[in-house]
């Protein structure tokens, strides 16, 4: 069966309030595509819906036609990693151990030529030696991009589906650069398929394939920058004044304040 990731109808509710509702979203193979929305707008909830760490109240996901409940924990951990906002350890450990536990799915044992090729592949060798808790939270989070990407590594490449939660929150322009850059890349080699929320428009704008738009849980908006990136819809969305330019190298579209 051809590789496939599908959410149904899915909707959950908090305290009685509805933060997801009635979402229905497919991914395919080789995307990288990108969620975003105002604060609010159940981002991070739908990622953790679509990734099995919440249940929804209705609906369901499928991974290659089976639901997700039907995966045994270690097979959809070899297909399946996940990047959170926030990662805090239990306990300190070099850099090397945690990017290691990504491989807990494969093996109990060791590997640290893979725990290589993934720091060389994310750029973490500068860190190597150093302890979790002693990074800033920059570089935390791309030892965390590391992880996620060992967990999915076979055949030496990492394969399978990736969903991230606000990757570069913490990086500098460089390091969300070098991810995105990253991301872009493998998907395009269609054996990595990215599902990453992010922030920032312009990020979204500059490398997703395509954008989903939510409001109060619901997809408003979906397709491609251009499409969903309008200036009135953002305004309608956002609450915010924004004009929207070209990018002056490739024509993508930026989004920009008003004064």
Not at 134 to 156: H, N, P
Request: hydrophobic share 45%; proline share 6%.
């Amino acid at each position: 069966m051809a590789e496939s990731f599908i959410a149904e109808d899915l909707s959950y509710r908090v305290a009685g309030r509805a933060v997801v509702r009635d979402v229905t979203l497919s991914l395919a193979p080789g995307e990288l595509v990108a969620l975003i929305g105002p604060n609010g707008a159940g981002k991070s909830t739908l990622l953790r819906l679509l990734t099995g760490f919440l249940k929804p109240d209705a609906g369901r996901c499928l991974l290659n036609g089976k639901p997700l409940a039907g995966w045994s924990t270690q097979v959809l951990s070899r297909q399946r990693a996940v990047m959170r906002q926030q990662t805090q350890l239990g306990f300190d450990w070099p850099v090397e151990a945690v990017i290691g536990m990504g491989r807990s799915p494969w093996t109990s044992q060791p590997e640290p030529q893979i725990v290589s090729e993934v720091m060389q592949l994310t750029g973490c060798e500068p860190l190597a030696g150093r302890q979790y808790g002693a990074l800033s939270g920059g570089e935390q989070q791309r030892v965390q991009l590391a992880r996620a990407l060992a967990q999915l590594w076979c055949d030496g490449a990492p394969r399978g589906w990736l969903f991230l939660d606000e990757p570069t929150s913490a990086l500098d322009l460089y390091h969300q650069q070098h991810l995105l850059r990253l991301l872009k890349a493998l998907t395009a080699q269609r054996n990595l398929h990215v599902c990453v929320v992010l922030h920032d428009l312009n990020l979204a704008a500059l490398w997703a394939d395509r954008i989903v738009l939510l409001h109060e849980g619901r997809i408003v908006s979906q397709g491609t920058p251009p499409s969903v990136l309008q200036a009135d819809d953002l305004t309608r969305w956002y609450g915010a004044q924004v004009h929207v330019g070209l990018h002056p190298l490739n024509s993508t579209p930026q989004v920009f304040l008003a004064p």
